[in-house]
T-cell receptor, first 110, second 115 residues
Framework: KAGVTQTPRYLIKTRGQQVTLSCSPI?????VSWYQQTPGQGLQFLFE???????NKGNFPGRFSGRQFSNSRSEMNVSTLELGDSALYLC?????????FGPGTRLTVT | AQSVTQLDSQVPVFEEAPVELRCNYS??????LFWYVQYPNQGLQLLLK??????LVKGINGFEAEFNKSQTSFHLRKPSVHISDTAEYFC?????????????FGSGTRLSIRP
């Protein structure tokens, strides 16, 4: 069974731009969660989608948004990028009590 | 609210020596506990998890952890480490009554193995 895949793996953007990251969960998993990982703040929960609906949300500004499609694939969007948005963005899919993580997308904002 | 404390940000050990990575948690409800490993430039991989039952949990790569409810701890141990164990290790807790996504991670412990 294929694992969680994330595209692109690396991304460089300029302040003020917007970016879209993609996540394909493990087949059969309907829950997809997004996390931001930075050296200073560690791993922080962004949001979770289940059956195309946002089920849980972390404490991030409205510039961070997401969506989930009928095939459970998910996208995360960040608008008006700031330098502090530079991070590793991890996606995880879940069937029940355990999450399976993708390799992440490393976003650098210059 | 839940929280996780990993007491050591870095742990250096010699190859083939034993290691213990410490984790304490706080929660007002019953919890699930996890240890994840992150190798450089990769995502997180589940090492082991405690859901219920036996307090000694065995995971992959020879790691094990013991759930101690009275001390609210879930320390990770390995009797003999290998160079390939060099990575960052994260302890995590989730409320067993909530979605798996509502997981709180510790700040991580960087394990470095010296030959």
């Amino acid at each position: 069974k294929a694992g969680v895949t994330q595209t692109p793996r690396y991304l460089i953007k300029t302040r003020g731009q917007q970016v879209t990251l993609s996540c394909s969960p493990i087949s059969g998993h309907r829950s997809v969660s997004w996390y931001q990982q930075t050296p200073g703040q560690g791993l922080q929960f962004l949001f979770e989608y289940f059956s195309e609906t946002q089920r849980n949300k972390g404490n991030f500004p409205g510039r961070f948004s997401g969506r989930q499609f009928s095939n459970s694939r998910s996208e995360m969007n960040v608008s008006t990028l700031e330098l502090g948005d530079s991070a590793l963005y991890l996606c995880a899919s879940s069937l029940s009590d355990e999450q399976y993580f993708g390799p992440g997308t490393r976003l650098t904002v210059t | 609210a839940q929280s996780v404390t990993q007491l050591d940000s870095q742990v250096p050990v010699f190859e083939e020596a034993p290691v213990e990575l410490r984790c304490n948690y706080s929660s007002s409800v019953s919890v699930y506990l996890f240890w994840y490993v992150q190798y450089p430039n990769q995502g997180l991989q589940l090492l082991l998890k405690y859901l219920s039952g036996s307090t000694l949990v065995k995971g992959i790569n020879g790691f094990e952890a013991e759930f101690n409810k009275s001390q609210t701890s879930f320390h990770l141990r390995k009797p003999s480490v290998h160079i390939s164990d060099t990575a960052e290790y994260f302890c995590a807790v989730s409320d067993r009554y909530s979605s798996a996504s509502k997981i709180i991670f510790g700040s991580g412990t960087r394990l470095s193995i010296r030959p």
